[in-house]
């Protein structure tokens, strides 16, 4: 029996959000969407699909792959965000803001071969099997996990240690940015130096404003009208600085570069992105929490339908929402063991991750949903009372860490 309207439109949405991670753009998600449906419409007669969403993903994922593959065939950079239609941006922006999209993580996502970009996300970002992937690809089970494996290698691309150490002191920095994005003139004036320095490509800037501007009370009196795009900024780093990026909707447009002294902002300099910029993630900000932390369970029992379970890489800056539906606490168990050794083995893997916590979707809670939950902010499927026990260690082994899960 072929795929009924109505399946395509309950798996619309996460079809949307799958092709939008892949693609890196909402209009070409809805393109590649809209391609999909066409290409499942005018195919021949074939037997009964026992799931529509899986194979209306399958077929997603290849129309992006073969749009990723025409754009390296045509040697096109990823664009700016001052090459981006406004109406494309702010769609591009609302994604990021309604699904909790991570910003640092769509920029690193252009980093990496169209094979590598498609098997990561669907299986680190929404969980799809190796062998769908493989089906994808047009390869093995194997080559699928080794283009997902060279993809994580790749976004995980650490610095140097003499990096770490000439950083900026962090916690002024974040607070400084914090202070920014509410316009709080009051905090980010303490957190200036009398003398510091605001420089900036004349691009920046309104027509006429100065490049240089230089004492906290200006700086933050000016700083107030830039909050909104202060808001998209994300700590990266680029071309082997850690920076702030300014990037609407997952968009390269500038780099914030903060610099302390005596834990005061001494200088703050703003350039234009560049196409030829490299971007890598950011080093581990002191402030976050160890991996080694213990993690909250909700206190409802984990169904025998569906769960979802969230993540933080603190490396990439980027949250990791999953689901695994009808196999319950069992499942969850091993994918969060998974997420304990990829990428790589033993400390230096936990050093990268902190489980924050494992969501229990009630039984009456469709496998649809819980799929559209991908990418969902953790706040929009909290538990009803919202306490939570016991605790967890991901330092566990990975065969502790699941008994503690079913526990």
Known sequence: MPITVEEFE??????????????????????????????????????????PSAWLTTVTARVCLDELRARRRRNEAPLLADAIPAAELAADEAILRAEDVSRALMVLLNQLTPSQRVA??????????????AHVLGGTVPSAKKHASRARRR????????????????????????????????????LLAPDSVRDADAALLPLGARTAVIGAVDIATETVHFRDRIQSACRLTVNNKPVYLIAPGGHPHATIEISTAHQKVTRITLRLAQADDHFAAALPSPTSRPATASVDVARHSITATSAVYVAWDIRCCCRYVGSVCRQGATAVGDRLAEHHQHRTEGPARRSGWVLLTVLPMRTDVSPQIVQAAEGWAARLLAPQDGSAHPRIDLALPPAALAASIRG
Do not use: C, K
């Open 10 to 51: 309950t798996a619309r949405p996460h079809l949307l959000s799958a092709a939008h991670r892949m693609l890196g753009s909402a209009h070409d998600a809805q393109d590649a969407v809209q391609a999909a449906w066409l290409r499942v419409m005018t195919a021949r007669s074939s037997p009964s699909i026992e799931n």
């Open 155 to 190: 976004l995980d691309n650490a610095q140097h240690a003499s990096e770490q150490d000439s950083r900026p002191d962090q916690q002024i920095v974040e607070a400084f940015l914090s202070a920014a994005q509410t316009g709080d003139t009051r905090r980010m004036i303490q």
């Open 120 to 133: 990561y996300v669907l299986h680190d970002l929404f969980s799809v099997p190796f062998d769908q992937i």
